[in-house]
């Protein structure tokens, strides 16, 4: 039987994966490649729904590629590719966002964080159609997990339900698919303020682990994460987040349980503790550090990597698209 297949696809819109994309969406990512034909997308068309610079885009989109290869995905066995690269992708979103209903996408409350951060008006309407287009990203392949943050449980819903949609009006068509939510990664937080989500957007720099940071400043923020009141390493989310987050950190990184943890560290102290997650932080980030590198210093050898999962994708891509075109009524080009 054919493995089941997975997709997911990540922002260009940083500098540096942080530690929660990498536990949330890159580590697990790695792991799927072993057991699901996967598919994994960095979505540079999903980048420019908010003001975007070009030599930065450029920039990103090989700095994530890159740091997906450099974190184990292996070109043979997963698809890795770029978004803009699949003309299909924003073929089938059109298809979609006519298929979508205003009030429908005006209920995306992504959109509605997102946009207030601009002022409504600001906003374009490529935010407004994000969604609709990651669901085209989903649909075009078929696939049947999607690995994602609990953030994202809306934008499924909407993709099933599209899919849906055009199975119904247009015939059997889609794979819906199902999401992939890891729970004990859902909440990695920002370290100075332990009750926020460790975000991009919204946490400061001291508050981030990036993975492509030096050992230095990585060390020095994880020693000035913010604790809590008291000397004990104990996990009380309500009590205790800053602790508590540190040691979901260790635990997710080190793979030992908590209570395991908060028995190791009895009678021991914040500054032990913190130096030791320090360390597991310094041992999975530094050699993808180095590998991403070294992939970035032959941008020819990475561009060629990154045509080949082009290729694979596009082939896939392709097969979905010519059914939709034929169902909806598009006429064949002779
Ligand atoms: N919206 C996703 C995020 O911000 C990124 C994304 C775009 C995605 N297309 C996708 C995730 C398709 C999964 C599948 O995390």
Redesign the pocket.
Known sequence: MARPRV?????PTADSFHLGNYLG?VRQWVTMQETHDAFY?V?DL?AITVPTEADALRRRSRVAAAQLFAAGLDPERSTVFV?SHVREHTELAWVLICLTGMGEAGRMTQFKDKSAKFGESAASVGLFT??I??AA??LLYQANL????A??KQ?LELTRDLGQRFNHRFGDTFTLPDPYILKEVEKITDLQDPTAKMSKSSSSPAGILDVLEQPGPLRKKVMRAVTDTGSEVLFDEENKPGISNLLRIQSALTGTPIPELVARYEGQGYGTFKKDVAEAVLETFAPIRERTEKLLADEKELDRMLAIGAERASAVARQTMEQVRERVGFLPKL
Do not use: F, K, T
Request: glycine letters at 8%; charged letters at 10%.
């Open positions: 997709l997911s696809g990540i922002q969406a997308c979505v999903h978004q994000y969604p287009l990651q990203d989903i999607v690995p994602v943050g953030d994202q934008h």
